[in-house]
């Protein structure tokens, strides 16, 4: 029962989005102003349906009721219950709920920020979001319905992938979906910008607030993907330039673009059509990242299984959106054009070209994801773009971002003059040096890494020193977010350039020497699990506690799992994972990793900042005025 | 002015990257090619469901049959059924009974109707890992050569039956 | 400052920073780029030999050897063979007669040597370049 109630749920969802988006144009046509009240209800009343609907999904799976399709494909009754659950968005079907629902949850949310924004504004935003929901409930319900019956009811379940039972991986991608879908907010101000012809009061307030939101899930999101292929593909790697992962990364560039552009004209106006473009490309990105894995145009560690129907309804839906919201920034864009003008050589300036910087640099991104299309649409062959095409373009358009980030925060909200500022800039640049030079031991590029980054601690101390008397909360969160950046940096520096590994085929007793330390082999035995047998290396490392991988072995359904052993400290991280033992020996490969758990600490800082930022927004006590 | 045409830009670079992924879109390919087909059926041994010694290979060597993988547990080996009762009439079927217990499988071959010659157990899916199965029912033809002729990944429709199943079974004769 | 000058300011910056990136996408297109081969495209290229290149195909059951750290395995898309080698741990998911893809270079010997070897995290998928290689030389059977 519940199963249906679900999906009656789900449909209901989908009117409510459809009377969401209409009811302003019929309260227009009809000339009966009272039509649109019904809007916010209907916001509220839509995300509450959503959420009935993902409930229902998730009891289905807790249940282990095998008359549900996606549960007799992807669950089982041996799962422990944490990944009973995961699994309920571990799949197409279930995943792009959940997007729905969050889209939902945004939708209704919003509805209740006034915030001092007039009700036309208010009212078309949620009409805008009616829009954006209707489309992608349509989507679910015509090709993906969750709530698919098997009849007669199979007694157990298919999925029981050994693999994808791990924490990171069942709860990183729901957090970069929250990340991506409330980038949508922002686009719905933005279309509602421009169908008003004008920001208004309390616009660039609530983008702020709303990108933030979705900016913090991103990093977040992203760091713990990160985390999960570092602790759990065993490469020692932690990014790979996977489609996948840039279609999370595109739309963290564009809403750290967004949230820093909307800052300008929060204060006094100056770039409203920039802040729009970026908010309705910041969505663009969501759409085509959703597009990207799910259509199987691209190859990539994470697809879902292609389907061609799916892939051209999402890619219609994607044009539709994205081209109209295009279409309506290309005839009305310049209306929004700035009145106030700002001077060039100023803060705003540097985030200007920050946000433009930003904006290429994801476009450089995007250029190298779709490159393999255009290469062989043009008959150049099947090409991909891996690590050395991007860390050959993105990371030197990122420098001088970082450099700027250091500097902007100490110039002057208006004018300022390069001698008045000549002194931040040696001290920046001091920092730099010192940074720099500590690198040069190691390599050129550790050199540019430990430099920009000791140069973005200068230049946070500075600032924070700078505004010790004008204290705020939006200050120390600016500092701890261009703080975790620098941190993340030095850990991404570190783990890069000063990474060393080793690999060897070893008799048990016998050793292999990495970076200073020995690392031998003490035994190699099994271990049973709960629902495995795994190989257990005992690994002695010099002067630090033993390292323990494993290659486990599950039986149902046969599959071998590789189980790195990760020792972190400040200093950096050892990481060992072994191979097939054999008589000859077994294979295994240590890597150090000096400094890496420095871009989890970077990344957890730059999400603390953000929420303080945050915070800021959000009137605790009802301010005069 | 530079604002009034700056402002389409962005539409332009979109259509241009839609028409790129546009044509793109339903080009990929289906998944499951069978390294198998042309291969040798790789070797097995497993019990008889009827208690009578192992199953080999060698035991259907010089007939061309159909090899299924199914399960008691197996929804979609319930809707093949029927097929390969019907089919079983003209063309011998080999089982195997994968991940499943025997009794159970007794009983649903005692409800449902036996359309195999003889079905060999795989409890362990020791067979299955050889012979690559990812799910069930999955049927191979196997030739009298014992090469495997066709891999069938889900149900036998009567369609597959008749247009692919049936006329490779006449030729390998 | 008037509002005609601030845009002419903003499009110039604009146009710097696409025109930096420009400059970095071309050269290190020259570079980086990684083309994808199956084993028959590859072995009519002599040439290949010079670049970084993914090969992608079915790893030919029981040629998979290990010796010391090295590991020995065939790859193939029907038509022909390469032998691969390996230093390092194989993916979970690798096994004989499955999809894989390997980057790494051509050797003047005529075997390559692979530096990474990828496999994917669902075991019925196949990668659609692999798929693509298959069905370019026949290997691939649709089915149904």
């Not at chain 1, 169908?195 to 009061?201: A, I």
């Not at chain 1, 200068?458 to 939006?474: K, Y």
């Amino acid at each position: 029962m519940t199963v249906e109630a679900g999906l009656f749920a789900l449909i209901l969802a989908a009117m409510l989005a459809l009377l969401q988006a209409l009811a302003l144009p019929a309260a227009h046509l009809l000339r009966r102003p009272g039509i649109a009240g019904a809007i916010p209800a209907a916001a509220a009343a839509q995300a509450l349906a959503m959420l009935a609907a993902m409930a229902a999904l998730i009891h289905a799976f807790v249940v282990s009721d095998f008359s549900v399709r996606v549960v007799y494909e992807n669950s089982h009754t041996a799962k422990p219950m944490l990944y009973k659950v995961a699994a309920a968005w571990g799949h197409h079907e279930g995943s792009l709920l959940l997007w729905a629902t969050l889209l939902s949850l945004f939708g209704g949310l919003t509805a209740f920020w006034r915030q001092g924004l007039p009700a036309a504004m208010r009212l078309r935003v949620l009409a805008v979001q009616g829009i954006l929901s209707f489309g992608v409930l349509a989507f679910v319900v015509i090709t993906s319905n969750p709530f698919d019956r098997l009849i007669p009811a199979p007694m157990e379940g298919r999925g029981l992938n050994p693999l994808l039972q791990d924490p990171g991986l069942a709860f990183h991608p729901p957090l970069l979906y929250v990340g991506s879908v409330g980038v949508s907010v922002a686009f719905a101000f933005a279309i509602a910008a421009l169908w008003r012809g004008e920001l208004g009061p309390g616009w660039a307030r609530a983008v702020r607030f709303w990108t933030l939101i979705a900016w913090i899930f991103l990093t977040v999101g992203i760091s713990l993907g990160s985390a999960w292929a570092y602790a759990e593909l065993g490469w020692g790697g932690w990014w790979f330039w996977d489609p996948v992962e840039n279609s999370a990364l595109m739309p963290w560039l564009t809403a750290t673009a967004l949230v820093h552009a909307v800052r300008g004209i929060e204060k006094k106006g100056g770039l409203e059509g920039w802040v729009v473009l970026l908010a309705i490309l910041g969505f663009g990105f969501s759409l085509l990242g959703m597009f990207l894995v799910r259509s199987g145009v691209l190859t990539s560690v994470h697809a879902f299984a292609a389907d061609p129907l799916r892939g051209v309804f999402i890619l219609g839906l994607f044009a539709a959106i994205e081209g109209g919201a295009l279409t309506l920034y290309a005839l009305r864009g310049h209306r929004l054009a700035g009145r106030v003008a700002f001077a060039p050589f100023s803060r705003d300036g540097a985030l200007l070209l920050n946000t433009v910087l930003l904006t290429v640099a994801c476009g450089v991104v995007l250029f190298g994801t779709v490159y393999p299309l255009l290469a062989e649409s043009l008959g150049l062959g099947r090409i991909s773009v891996g690590a050395p095409f991007f860390d050959a373009t993105v990371l030197p358009l990122m420098a001088p971002v970082v450099a700027l980030m250091a500097l902007g925060p100490l110039m002057t909200g208006g004018r300022d003059s390069l001698k008045r500022l000549a002194p931040s800039i040696g001290i920046v640049a001091a920092c730099g040096g010192v940074g720099a030079g500590l690198g040069l031991i190691w390599s050129g590029a550790a050199a540019a890494g430990f430099g920009l980054a000791a140069a973005a601690c200068g230049g946070v101390g500075l600032a924070l020193w700078n505004a010790r008397r004008r204290w705020t909360r939006r200050r120390t969160g600016m500092a701890f977010a261009h703080l975790g950046l620098a941190v993340a940096l030095v850990g991404i520096t570190g783990g890069s350039q000063m990474a060393a590994e080793a690999i060897a085929r070893l008799p048990v007793g016998g050793a292999v020497e990495l970076a200073g330390r020995s690392f031998g082999l003490v035994e190699v035995r099994e271990v049973p699990g709960p629902n495995y047998i795994a190989m257990r290396g005992t690994i002695s490392v010099t002067g630090a506690p033993d390292l323990t991988p494993e290659i486990r072995r599950y039986e149902t359904p046969p599959q071998t799992t590789t189980e790195a052993a990760i020792r972190s400290t400040l200093g950096g991280d050892t990481y060992a994972v072994i191979g097939d033992p054999s008589p000859d020996g077994t294979v295994v490969r240590v890597f150090v990793k000096p400094l890496l758990p420095w871009l989890w600490a970077g990344s957890a800082l730059m999400a603390m900042g953000g929420a303080l930022a945050l915070a800021s927004g959000i009137p605790l006590t009802r301010r005069r005025g | 002015m530079i604002g009034r045409w700056t402002t389409w830009a962005p539409l332009l670079a979109f259509a241009i990257l839609l028409g790129l992924v546009a044509t793109r879109i339903g080009k990929t390919e289906p998944p499951l090619p069978s390294p198998l087909v042309g291969k040798p059926l790789p070797e097995f041994a497993l019990q008889r469901l009827d208690g009578q010694g192992t199953l080999t290979p060698e035991a259907f060597k010089g007939r061309a049959v159909v090899l299924n993988v199914f399960g008691s547990w197996c929804v979609a080996c319930i809707e093949e059924h029927p097929v390969l009762l019907e089919a079983s009439k003209s063309a011998e079927i080999v089982g195997i009974a994968w991940r499943d217990d025997p009794v159970r499988t007794e009983e649903w071959l005692d409800r449902r109707g036996n359309p195999y010659s003889v079905v060999g157990l795989d409890p362990d899916s020791r067979a299955a890992i050889d012979l690559g199965v990812t799910g069930a029912p999955e049927s191979f033809v196997i030739a009298p050569d014992g090469r495997v002729a066709l891999k069938i990944t889900g149900i036998i429709t009567p369609e597959i039956w008749r247009n692919q199943v049936a006329p490779l079974l006449e030729r390998l004769k | 400052m008037t509002r005609r000058r601030q845009r002419l300011i903003l499009l110039g910056v604009g146009m710097a920073a696409v025109a930096l990136a420009a400059v970095l996408v071309i050269s290190a297109l020259g570079d980086s780029l990684t083309f994808f081969y199956g084993p028959s495209d590859l072995l009519a290229r002599p040439d290949a030999a010079t670049h970084r290149v993914r090969l992608g195909g079915l790893v030919e059951p029981g040629t998979v050897s290990r010796e010391g750290t090295m590991v020995r395995f065939t790859v193939t898309d029907g038509k022909s063979s390469l032998p691969v080698r390996y230093a390092g741990v194989l993916p979970d998911l690798f096994r004989e007669g499955q999809g894989v893809v390997a980057e790494g270079r051509l050797t003047p010997e005529g075997g390559f040597v692979a530096e990474t070897v990828l496999a994917k995290h669902d075991e019925k998928y196949m990668p659609p370049d692999v798929a693509a290689v298959l069905k370019k030389n026949g290997e691939w059977r649709a089915q149904q």
